[in-house]
């Protein structure tokens, strides 16, 4: 049965993770696979999280399953991060909060809610886009358009273009929207740009999906979450797929939910009831760790607001990270404009670099970031800036 299988080749991102473990030079720089790194280059765990986990340890009596669609504790302060305690859709119940492994996870039971009870749904996916979306999302059975979202050139999203290819979605459609530190250019839609997409859902009937995987990393929790709660408000559907990994520091303990926002309660329970039912067909029961930190975490008043001002710190570090990068470049005496860095949110940027001058980086100079010249800011800190400013520099 084995004899014939192929080796795979190592994903293009993990894979920069290994050729830098193995790269003997001192001066080496990760600025590929995305987590949060602090000023050592540590993925830290945070205060919050460490007394969560603490409490956990000295509270918790059972290794048992916990409930399919989660813990309520973890729902309920879920759906307030997500929409606020006082967005109608709440007051509604409108709103139905799955827990998923990760926000991988959150999109594949998303996609395979979708397709097991509307076979054969397109969704339209921005280009560019996080790399595993495409396979991610097709493999569970959705019908792939893409639609323009980054102009390269300007350094900017190409709304004209992008409003133009979303006129073809309709009734039945999905719109795989970023909901804020998009993924991979780091151009994030304005409000007008939200209410413009909004406004096409209400006329033409599509359905957002919304990947909400950095809220709080780009302007703040409240701040990220607009277009998403607008988006809620505005129309009678919409699909959210949200991720604790960065905003918490939880990467491995792959915590996240899936969120359906329906026209009416019944219709949000009925909702629940099938995205669980999709769960159980491909994993059973969620994992519990995560889960019990994020609502002990937002529960306890004290910890919720240490929680939040790290969040706060790791924002601006990054804020400030990008800030530092474009004027290092400048004081080298760089003519190119590279300001749309400073101006891009959460925590990754295209440099706007030939795969030719990516290759030279990774090969001559250590530097290890994606082909299409998208960095990982947060992988930038005061010892590494002026070498990479300068290797930048050099292939320039």
């Known amino acids: 049965m084995f004899q014939s299988i192929e080796r795979r080749p190592p994903d293009p991102i993990l894979g920069l993770s290994a050729a830098y473990k193995n790269d003997p030079n001192p001066s080496k720089v ?9 000023e050592a280059g540590n993925c830290p765990v945070m205060k919050a999280i460490k007394t969560a986990e603490q409490k956990l340890w000295e509270t918790e009596d059972s290794k048992s399953y916990i409930a399919q669609a989660g ?3 973890y729902l309920q302060h879920t759906a307030g ?44 996916v921005s280009d560019p886009t996080w790399n595993n979306h495409i396979p991610l999302l097709g ?14 050139a300007s350094h900017r999203i190409d709304f004209d273009r992008m409003l133009a290819k979303l006129g073809e979605a309709k009734k039945g ?15 994030d839609l304005n409000r007008e740009q939200w209410q413009a997409v909004a406004d096409a859902a209400q006329r033409q009937g599509f359905t957002p999906f919304v990947d909400l995987a950095y809220q709080g990393l780009g302007d703040g929790l409240e701040e990220d979450v607009w277009g ?32 359906i926002v329906a026209g ?13 039912g999709t769960a159980r067909e491909m994993y059973s029961v969620p994992p519990a760790h995560g889960a019990a930190l994020v609502a002990l975490v937002l529960d306890d008043a004290a910890l919720r607001q240490e929680w939040d001002a790290e969040l706060t710190e790791m924002r601006d570090r990054i804020n400030g990270l990008r800030a530092a990068l474009v004027a290092k470049l400048q004081d080298k005496g760089v003519e ?55 290797s930048i520099v050099a292939v320039l």
């Open 336 to 390: 190119r404009d590279f300001s749309f860095i400073q101006n891009e949110k959460g925590m990754f940027s295209f440099l706007g670099l030939t795969p030719e001058q990516v290759k030279k980086l990774v090969n001559d100079y250590s530097i290890y970031l994606v082909g299409s010249s998208r960095i990982n800011v947060a992988g930038i800190n005061q010892s590494n800036l002026d070498y990479l400013a300068d």
């Open 173 to 187: 459609d999905l719109v795989l929207l970023h909901g804020c530190c998009h993924n991979p250019c780091g151009a």
């Open 264 to 276: 009416n309660a019944s219709a949000a329970e009925a909702a629940g009831t099938q995205v669980v």
């Open 30 to 38: 990760d600025l590929g696979v995305g987590v949060y790194k602090d």
């Open 139 to 152: 493999s569970a059975g959705l019908k792939l358009e893409l639609y323009p979202y980054y102009d390269y």
């Open 228 to 259: 998403l709660r607008h988006l809620a408000e505005k129309l009678p559907e919409v699909i959210v797929a949200s991720s604790y990994s960065k905003n918490f520091g939880l990467y491995r303990e792959r915590t996240g939910a899936v969120t």
């Open 81 to 124: 991060l997500l929409f606020g305690n006082t967005h109608p859709v709440l007051k509604d119940k409108r709103a139905s909060v799955v827990l998923a492994p990760g926000g991988s996870g959150s999109l594949r039971v998303a996609a395979e809610f979708v397709t097991r009870n509307a076979p054969n749904t397109r969704i339209f």
């Open 71 to 73: 813990p309520e504790l």
